[in-house]
């Protein structure tokens, strides 16, 4: 079990918190809002209603040396840094910062986060990608450089193996997965089992790459 500290209990950061807790981990909620404390008291293991950018706050809610710390706030940007460097000083492990623009996150790399997360830009690339092509079942941009999306298997594949369609040198990715729609199963690829007009394949490579994919007939 992990102990966690999440600080901001707007919908981002409640949800996180739940989801955390589900998961079997220990996580420590802090917002400066009662009522969003007291809504989310029962779904995590403590939940504190104070300023997180005090080191004593994160010291009496029980988040010195915690595995991991996620700062939440976005809207208040000075909160949300002095949220950030209280973690650090608390000896929090990992910190995420949940970032509201391009400069929000070069201050808070600056402070030595961890990781930020810029939810809305994230999103929007997301849906860009699927409206953009109506083959797109889903698509996850991990920066510029690499993705992940799920798609139909295109008519020209169907019948044919990985190993046939040699995916890897012709395209330049990666199939990291096959989801059997009829049986509702998902497995790692065969190469050498034919594919199907019933399955999607979950498929990793550069964005210029998996583009291209999009156009295949």
């Known amino acids: 079990m992990n102990r966690f500290v ?8 409640a949800t996180i918190a739940k989801r ?40 009496d809610a029980g988040a010195d040396g915690a595995d991991a710390g996620i700062v ?24 995420y910062v949940k ?12 402070l030595g986060a961890t990781d930020t ?5 994230q999103a929007a690339t997301n849906l860009a990608a699927r409206i953009t092509s109506g083959k797109l079942l889903h698509y996850t941009a991990y920066g510029d450089q690499f993705g992940i999306q799920e798609m139909a298997v295109p008519d020209s594949w ?3 193996t990985l190993t046939d369609l040699k ?7 990666q199939v990291v997965a096959v989801h059997d729609l009829l049986r509702d199963a998902i497995s790692i690829p065969d190469p050498n089992q034919p594919l199907t007009p ?12 998996l583009e291209k994919l999009t156009k295949l007939r």
């Open 6 to 13: 999440v600080i901001g209990l707007g919908n981002f950061g």
């Open 20 to 59: 955390l807790y589900a998961l079997g981990h220990e996580v420590v909620a802090i917002d400066t809002d009662e009522a969003q404390v007291d809504a989310l008291g029962p779904m995590v293991t403590r939940a504190v209603v104070g300023d997180a950018s005090q080191r004593g706050v994160l010291e």
């Open 72 to 95: 939440a706030i976005g809207e208040d940007l000075g909160a949300s840094m002095l949220s950030l460097l209280a973690l650090r000083d608390a000896g929090v492990k990992a910190t």
């Open 99 to 110: 970032v509201m623009s391009e400069d929000h996150a070069r201050i808070a790399e600056a």
């Open 117 to 121: 997360i810029f939810p809305e830009l």
């Open 158 to 160: 169907a019948g044919k």
């Open 167 to 173: 995916v890897s040198t012709e395209y330049q990715i």
């Open 198 to 209: 019933s399955d999607t394949l979950l498929i990793a490579g550069a964005p210029e790459q």
